[in-house]
């Protein structure tokens, strides 16, 4: 089985449709062994830790930063900073940042160092109260400020809770409470930034993503008039488990055909079970967890009738609308502009373009939908209070997410929503796509 797995990955890596104009032709690695990628992960945490961390905390003035959470109540940042083996943290754990001026100094407050990145601070046995050894660390060290994660805007800088939030202030008493602030820049800038290192990976990644979702937008997984969209739902899902990955969303799959009602996003049925006929145009959202590292990609195809060689001209066009809105948005990123400014410019462009635009582009990385400004959202393209003005960093990926919808000829002027998502890289001056974009339909089944 093993061998046919990776007889599988290797098939699935190789794969490059023509529908994926890719724009770099890089020899692609096989995905590795869980043992391999947790040794890789590790390497990725400990240079993180020794550049992220230090130049966000300069940044922003902050002297220590503190992060606080029990076991299966990670906080988010938290999570992201332990080692790969590490499924959760142990018991109460307590890291600390500190600043000293020459290097920024890691410590644990835990029964057990983590790995090799936080040495352990605390012996329980010669001082059983984890709380006051944390004060007793904090005191020695007399921080000018003391940051801690929360956050009424960004879910994922609010990892503190409140019960550990009261115990915290309660150990180190009301002088250096009134130390503590809140910053959002840290756990963000923190979530939000890519290293050279991931990046490299992070192409092999995504043209596995592709590959699999072209595969299955294909006569190797869908016979029209037999195979229904629920079952191409679960071939996605039995297809990451054959090669050892996780999702981190559940993937759908919708059809579009001539005479149904334009498809709506707020009533999208991700199990509608319908049966996939020669007309149809296919729409799949597919989502893939590997190495820490997620993607978020949306293709569509077409199901030929008998005779046919291509999609309708009309189809066509309206996939190179969706494209047009992409280009839009993209030529609009610049660092330290806000996610609602981009937004607005996107949008004015793509009218005066003449087309329909609907951007709800989010940043990618650690998580699906992850930290960092929000451009846009389906059912609010007036932009969104303080998560949409925060503004755009170097050294980001984002997930191109949106939608154009034209009015097909062939289909008496139906209005088709033509749906994209592709996730891309930003590094401060300029935007690429980590493994292309999807510029034509894919066509099922595919053509000799």
């Known amino acids: 089985m093993k061998k046919v797995v990776s007889s599988l990955l290797a098939a699935v890596v190789a794969s490059a449709s023509p529908a994926i104009a890719q724009q770099n032709e890089l020899p692609t690695p096989g995905m590795v062994s869980l043992q391999q990628r947790a040794k890789i992960q590790d390497q990725w945490l400990k240079e993180r830790l020794d550049t992220v961390v230090p130049a966000l905390m300069r940044e922003n003035g902050v002297e220590m930063w503190v992060l606080i959470a029990r076991e299966y109540n990670e906080d988010p940042v938290l999570e992201t900073m332990l080692p790969a083996t590490w499924m959760s943290a142990r018991r109460r754990m307590v890291l600390i940042f500190f600043d000293n001026g020459e290097n ?47 956050s009424d805007h960004f879910p994922l800088a609010d990892g503190l809770s409140v ?22 820049a840290l756990a963000v800038g923190w979530l939000e930034t890519r ?3 991931e990046m490299n990976t992070y192409q092999t990644i995504m043209r596995v993503a592709h590959s699999i979702v072209e595969e299955g937008l294909s006569e190797a997984v869908i016979t029209p008039g037999v195979t229904t969209t629920s079952q191409v739902v679960w071939w996605y899902r ?26 709506a996003i707020d009533s999208m049925v991700l199990e509608n079970g319908q049966t996939i006929m020669p007309g149809d145009l296919l729409h799949v ?3 893939m967890d590997y190495m820490g590292l997620k993607t978020d990609t949306q293709q569509m195809a077409y199901v030929l009738k008998p005779g046919e060689t291509a999609a309708p001209k009309g189809l066509r066009k309206g996939l190179s609308d969706a494209n047009g809105v992409q280009d839009a948005l993209t030529s609009e990123f610049k660092t330290g502009v806000s996610g609602n400014n981009i937004l607005f410019a996107a949008r004015k462009k793509a009218i005066r373009r ?21 451009i846009g959202s389906w059912e609010q ?10 503004k755009m960093r170097p050294d980001t990926a984002y997930s191109i ?29 300029d935007f690429r796509y980590i493994d292309g974009r999807q510029t034509e339909l894919h066509l099922i089944p595919r053509l000799p």
């Not at 635009?357 to 400004?373: D, E, F, M, Q, R």
């Not at 034209?406 to 008496?412: G, H, N, R």
Request: aromatic share 10%.
């Open 195 to 197: 290293i050279p290192a």
């Open 354 to 374: 003449g087309l329909n635009p609907t951007i709800y582009t989010h940043p990618i990385g650690y998580h699906g939908h992850g930290a960092g400004p929000t």
């Open 238 to 263: 039995e297809r990451l488990a054959e090669l050892d990955v996780e999702p981190w969303c559940q993937p759908s799959v919708s059809v579009q055909r001539n005479a149904m009602e334009t498809f």
């Open 401 to 429: 997410e949106l939608n154009a919808i034209s009015k097909v000829p062939e289909w008496d002027n139906q209005e088709v929503r033509f749906m994209l998502e592709v996730d891309g890289y930003f590094d401060g001056e």
């Open 104 to 150: 920024v100094e890691r410590l644990a407050v835990a029964r057990y160092p983590v790995g090799d990145v936080f040495p352990s601070a605390w012996d329980p046995d010669t001082q059983p109260d984890q709380w006051a050894r944390v004060e007793e660390i904090i005191r020695e060290r007399n921080p000018k400020n003391i940051a801690v994660n929360i």
């Open 285 to 287: 959202d597919f989502c």
């Open 163 to 184: 019960s550990q939030d009261r115990q915290f202030r309660a150990a180190i008493g009301p002088e250096l409470s009134k130390r503590i602030v809140s910053h959002d």
């Open 381 to 390: 393209q007036n932009g969104t209070p303080v998560r949409g003005d925060y």
